[in-house]
């Protein structure tokens, strides 16, 4: 059932996206997502998978092809990065008020200006509410897991919501490791057929889709666009039960490293956590009462799950790798702020800006985030709340 494979992230997906073999792919190509689509597009070539693959001329065309498939009933994917998540915006919104179920790997890169190519999370941050689920990997493993159950939330019928399965530029996405792959056979009975009846090809349930929608209706179909979000947290926790039934590998909203009597805490996601629960080890042979949280599940939050895991906790850092530019912190840090207002005796709270356009982070970074911690805890003074991270002042 297990074959063992050694991929970078992107070719990981792409055999995902072999595997899953979709009605529809359309892309363009942009760095560091570059590789799914070239890869993918080698297999369509050779006959190795039947799906059409469109070849646009900008990011808000394939976004633009693939709600057109979408909606005639097609399974439909493409992959992109930064800027070309940008340009595809006003689709994005799109995709997700006309309840398609796209699955779009985002390979995380910082966003221009300036320039930049290397690894932050600004693109899809920014995107954080445009009605996408979002599910993170630390590794290639993950990121290939988080496609196949992805795949399966996004197409739930309680759901039926676009997807972003996202990983970090270069640092996965071109790294090699060893993973684990499901044989062909497992990957189609696990992810199934799609077959939704609300298509604009079902001659039995006329539908019309991307009307104007009139002030008399607009904020119905908003509500239940948030609906459909509440309802993917239930549908996410059964598809990684059945995920971690057929392979062995278990997934919640988060991932909890030596919380156990933690009295400073880090929340973290993506590829750094592998990093920080180094450092977490290195603090705990010392006797440090240090642990760590990786956020998996980002959109929807986990707002009451995360506010119950970090209780206990004295002192929180959350280390976001995008800024959002308001004054108040970056997205993942309010986002935390707002769970856990109004516990009693909740944890106090400082936010970390770190890794901007692939700055480096190291264990001594992460030691000195749980040293900050520790003043907060003696103090009981959090100081400046909104800080940078391996910055130079």
């Not at 792919?25 to 469109?54: D, L, R």
């Not at 320039?115 to 990121?143: K, V």
């Not at 490791?177 to 001659?203: A, C, H």
Request: proline share 4%; with cysteine; net charge negative.
């Amino acid at each position: 059932m297990i074959i063992r494979e050694r991929l970078s992230g992107n070719e990981t997906i792409a055999r995902a996206l072999k595997q899953v073999e979709p009605d529809v792919m359309a892309a363009y190509p942009i760095t560091p997502s570059t590789e799914i689509p070239q890869y993918f597009s080698s297999y369509v070539a050779n006959g190795e998978v039947k799906t059409e693959f469109v070849a646009v001329e900008s990011e808000h065309s394939a976004m633009s092809a693939c709600i057109g498939a979408a909606a005639a009933g097609g399974r439909t994917v493409t992959a992109t990065s930064a800027c070309g998540l940008a340009l595809m915006w006003e689709l994005l919104y799109v995709a997700s008020s006309m309840r398609l179920p796209v699955m779009m790997p985002v390979v995380n890169r910082a966003l221009s200006g300036p320039i930049n190519i290397n690894n932050d999370h600004s693109d899809s941050m920014g995107a954080r509410d445009s009605g996408w689920i979002q599910l993170y990997a630390e590794n290639n493993q993950e990121a290939y897991d988080n496609y196949l159950m992805g795949m399966r939330i996004g197409e739930h019928p309680d759901v039926l919501l676009p997807v972003m399965t996202c990983q970090d530029g270069f640092i996965t996405s071109h790294a090699l490791e060893n993973i684990d792959l499901l044989e062909d056979e497992y990957v189609k009975k696990f992810v199934g057929t799609y077959n939704n009846e609300i298509r604009l090809l079902n001659p039995k349930h006329p539908v019309s889709m991307g009307p104007y929608d009139t002030p008399f209706f607009y904020m119905e179909h908003k509500r239940q666009q948030a609906e459909a979000m509440r309802n993917s947290k239930k549908v996410i926790l059964d598809i990684f039960k059945e995920f971690g039934e057929l392979t062995g590998r278990k997934y919640g909203y988060f991932e909890e490293y030596k919380m156990e009597g933690a009295e400073r805490a880090i929340l973290i996601l993506n590829s750094s956590a592998g990093t920080a629960k180094a450092t977490v080890d290195q603090l705990r042979e010392k006797g440090e009462k240090v642990g760590l949280i990786k956020l998996r599940v980002y959109r929807p939050f986990p707002m009451e799950e995360l506010a119950k895991a970090f209780s206990h906790v004295k002192a929180v850092a959350v280390l976001d790798k995008a800024d959002s530019y308001s004054n108040c912190g970056g997205p993942v840090y309010t986002d935390l702020r707002s769970a856990c207002y109004g516990m009693a005796n909740g944890p106090k709270m400082i936010n970390f800006i770190y890794g901007l356009g692939g700055r480096d982070v190291t264990m001594d970074n992460f030691s000195h985030v749980y040293s900050e911690l520790d003043k907060v805890v003696k103090t009981g003074d959090v100081g400046e709340h909104y800080r940078y991270l391996g910055v130079r002042e």
